[in-house]
């Protein structure tokens, strides 16, 4: 009777294992990222266009990562006095190219990945290429919950880091 016991629970393990390391999740994070203060400035007064893009493959939730980028960049630049206006000639294109947390080995590992370019206009003549690629691993101690926490962390890590890097270029 224990070995027919220990052989199920072997069995289930088993069972979750090989489920969980086909498990992905890209759910947006729920609130805003908790990034520094950058300076950036050479923007300060500056009327900006902030244009968001989605270009990750397995874009399902599309709207709510473009509303989130938005958000999260419009606060860290309107704290520094760049106006956010559509029709701005300088233009700060944001891509959004991963976010996303897989099952792997007993853990959650989320990863981001996000790319900028601010046009030639406020960089002086030539334009800012800067990117970021994060990822975070916890083990899965609440299931789902872990792999919002995951991905909410690489998405910030990379969102400060990205910033840090434009706001080192433009100095």
């Keep these: 009777m224990n070995r027919l016991v220990r052989s199920q629970t072997q069995l289930a393990v088993l069972v979750i294992s090989v489920l969980g390391c ?16 950058y300076d950036f400035a050479k923007l300060t007064g500056t009327d900006l266009a902030l244009k968001i893009l989605d270009h990750r493959a397995e874009a399902t939730d599309s709207a709510e990562w473009v509303a989130r980028l938005t958000a999260d960049f419009s606060a860290v630049l309107s704290r520094v006095g760049v106006h956010i206006v559509p029709s701005a000639t300088t233009v700060l294109e944001v891509r959004l190219l991963q976010a996303r947390s897989d099952f792997e080995s007993q853990q959650w590992k989320g990863c981001s990945k ?33 792999a919002s926490r995951v991905l909410a962390q690489a998405y910030q890590d990379s969102l400060a880091e990205l910033l840090s890097d434009l706001d080192r270029e433009l100095r």
């Design 22 to 37: 086909a498990s992905s999740q890209t759910a947006t994070p729920d609130r805003a990222a908790n990034l520094p203060r």
């Design 114 to 146: 996000v790319a900028a370019e601010l046009s030639p206009v406020a960089a002086g003549g030539h334009p800012i290429s800067v990117s970021s690629d994060r990822c975070v691993t916890k083990s899965n101690l609440w299931g789902n919950a872990t």
